[in-house]
Structure formats: structure tokens, C-alpha cells
């Protein structure tokens, strides 16, 4: 069974920084792209970056374009998100997910195992 938890959420003032860890277990983890989500209240979840299973490849959103950086550790089952420049557009819930196998996706029904979330709050 696949098991992903986020650490590294927290209260940060605008233009800070935070960076998100994502621990993974269950299966082998270099198999899988890995994606961060993140979810505001009354919005739907929506995609913020993903990296491909060995990290050659990387996508993010454009509202995050330049601020955000996705990275994996695949010796520790760890996937990163790296948040510079915060606004109080970025406050969410983030969530951690295992993707397809072999493409990156920005879909959230693609998928299948999600963490259970780190807030994220930006104070102006």
C-alpha cells in the first residue's frame, strides 16, 4: 500500500519562502511521476508542478512559474517543492500524489495515491 506524507507547511509573511518534503513508501518510488496539488477553500484542487520518475523532466503551473521548484531524491523516496516569492494566492492545502508511470500529468483523475495534505498560509 502506497503511503505519502507531506511535511513543511506553516505561517510565512509574503515574498517568503517554504519548502515542501513529500515521504513516500509502498512501492518502488523511482517508478512513478510525482505531482503537487494544492487546494484553497471553495476551489477546486488544482495542479502545481510535477517531475517525471527519474527528474529529467519537470512542469509546473504558470501561476507558479519561476517561483516554484520541483525536485526528488529517489534514494530517499523524497519528493520536494521549493516555494519562493509567496503571495496570498499560494495559501492551500498542498497534497503530494503518485502519477502515471510513464508521463508526466497535470490531470488530477490520473492520480491514484495522495497524501493527506500540509497547510500552507501566506500572511500579507
Known amino acids: 500500500q502506497v503511503q505519502l506524507v507531506e511535511s513543511g507547511g506553516g505561517l510565512v509573511q509574503a515574498g517568503g519562502s517554504l519548502r515542501l518534503s513529500c515521504a513516500a513508501s509502498g512501492r518502488p518510488f523511482s517508478s512513478y511521476a510525482m505531482g503537487w496539488f494544492r487546494q484553497a477553500p471553495g476551489k477546486e484542487r488544482e495542479f502545481v508542478a510535477v517531475i517525471s520518475r527519474g527528474g529529467g523532466m519537470t512542469d509546473c503551473a504558470d501561476s507558479v512559474q519561476g517561483r516554484f521548484t520541483i525536485s526528488r531524491d529517489n534514494a530517499k523516496n523524497t519528493v520536494y517543492l521549493k516555494m519562493d516569492s509567496l503571495n496570498p494566492e499560494d495559501a492551500a492545502v498542498y497534497y503530494c500524489?503518485?502519477?502515471?508511470?510513464?508521463?508526466?500529468?497535470?490531470?488530477?483523475?490520473?492520480?491514484?495515491?495522495w497524501g493527506q495534505g500540509t497547510q500552507v498560509t501566506v500572511s500579507s
Open positions: 500524489a503518485e502519477g502515471p508511470r510513464r508521463y508526466n500529468s497535470k490531470l488530477v483523475g490520473t492520480y491514484h495515491y
